[in-house]
């Protein structure tokens, strides 16, 4: 059983930055590959972007890639999204999510989820 807890969303204004952390509870973290999803309103969630278990690979959505940057830091249990020059459109509910495979870019490939935090980009 994991459990995910996220934090560090809030209201940004566009061009800005914000730092994404999710704190595992699990004792084999590092056992799990994880992934950051997003769902803006009335839209479906969507990936964003995926890490491997031990940190060495990594993928981006290609709405994100460049600006976004997702890290790992299994001596901590936590997952990490950097996310720079944020636009309106980044605009979403932020959940992090964790699995045994890896890679995975589907939420039904998601075993574990966290509750969300808002991040909200303002024009």
């Known amino acids: 059983q994991v459990q995910l807890v996220e934090s560090g969303g809030g209201l940004v204004q566009a061009g800005g930055s914000l730092r994404l952390s999710c704190a595992a509870s699990?004792?084999?973290?590092?056992?799990?590959?994880m992934a950051w999803f997003r769902q803006a309103p009335g839209k479906e969630r969507e990936f964003v972007a995926a890490i491997s278990a031990a940190g060495g690979r990594s993928y981006y959505a290609d709405s994100v890639k460049g600006r976004f940057t997702i890290s790992r830091d299994n001596a901590k249990n936590t997952v990490y999204l950097q996310m720079n020059n944020l636009k309106p459109e980044d605009t979403a509910v932020y959940y992090c999510?964790?699995?045994?495979?890896?890679?995975?870019?589907?939420?039904?490939?998601?075993?574990?989820w966290g509750q969300g935090t808002q991040v909200t980009v303002s024009s």
């Open positions: 999510a964790a699995t045994t495979r890896f890679p995975k870019f589907g939420r039904s490939d998601y075993d574990y």
């Open positions: 699990a004792r084999s973290f590092s056992s799990y590959a």
